[in-house]
């Protein structure tokens, strides 16, 4: 067991700079977002927040609660039903809720994107732009394309959309998970980048056709199972540091 207040101290620590991190990330709480009990023995972590994961979090006897998508601010300050009725669930069941979004995107060691390169068999090399929401990442000598693309269906388990438009061995790749499929404006980057591989979360309708134009490799396997690879290996650590019980709620999402 340890106190809530010790356990920011160390997520403070480990995660980043929070407040340079709201300057970036200005929707989502890099941080502690709603203070709970002060003592806490159980960690339940997760993808989304909502209030079937805040419910099935109870069962599993949760003082708090770590996420990569926390609660969705209302857009004015009248608060919503859906909003209304996970703060009172939250304030009923004194359960601390603490996010992480930009942070565990970013993280350079267990962050989304650092974690989906590695897991490729690769090294960063340098944040992706803008704002160093993903990661580039080297493969040294190279990876047989058809392979790299087995191993993210088996990563993410499944498929998803796929694109072989680039070439066929692959040495630089780019990972921004979730929704980090790149816009028209920023496809010139990557060509003078020579990235081989793009991987994200959801893919949008004009990327077919730009990744084929560009000659470079694309996968885009599901934003919840993108953004799980994170949020996962935080729980390692906290289970590994502290002297607390971790326990992570699956709650599978193909999109």
Not at 29 to 51: E, M, P, W, Y
Not at 172 to 190: C, D, H, K, N, T
Not at 209 to 229: D, P, Q, S, W
Request: charged share 20%; glycine share 10%; with cysteine.
């Amino acid at each position: 067991m340890i106190l809530l207040n010790d356990l920011m101290a160390f997520l403070n620590q480990y995660m980043g700079d929070a407040e340079a991190a709201a300057g970036i990330d200005q929707h989502m709480a890099n941080g502690l977002q709603v203070r709970g009990r002060d003592k806490v023995q159980t960690i339940v972590t997760g993808v989304s927040a909502s209030l079937r994961f805040f419910k099935e979090a109870v069962a599993l006897d949760a003082d708090a609660l770590i996420v990569h998508h926390s609660l969705n601010m209302p857009a004015s300050i009248h608060f919503d039903t859906i909003f209304s009725h996970r703060l009172r669930y939250l304030w009923d069941h004194d359960l601390s809720l603490i996010g992480y979004h930009y942070l565990l995107d970013s993280h350079p060691e267990i962050g989304n994107n650092a974690q989906i390169i590695k897991a490729l068999g690769g090294h960063l090399a340098q944040p992706y732009p803008p704002d160093g929401w993903g990661w580039v990442g080297e493969i040294e000598g190279g990876a047989d394309r058809d392979a790299l693309l087995a191993r993210c269906t088996d990563l993410f388990s499944q498929q998803g959309v796929q694109y072989p438009f680039g070439p066929e061995r692959v040495r630089r790749v780019v990972a921004v998970s979730g929704a980090g499929a790149p816009g028209p404006s920023q496809m010139e980057w990557l060509i003078q980048h020579q990235i081989d591989l793009f991987i994200t979360g959801e893919p949008r309708e004009w990327n077919r056709e730009l990744f084929r134009e560009a000659g470079i490799n694309f996968v885009a396997a599901g934003h919840y199972h993108t953004e799980r690879i994170g949020i996962q290996a935080l729980s390692d650590v906290l289970q590994r540091r502290l002297d607390v019980t971790v326990k992570f709620l699956d709650l599978p999402n193909s999109v």
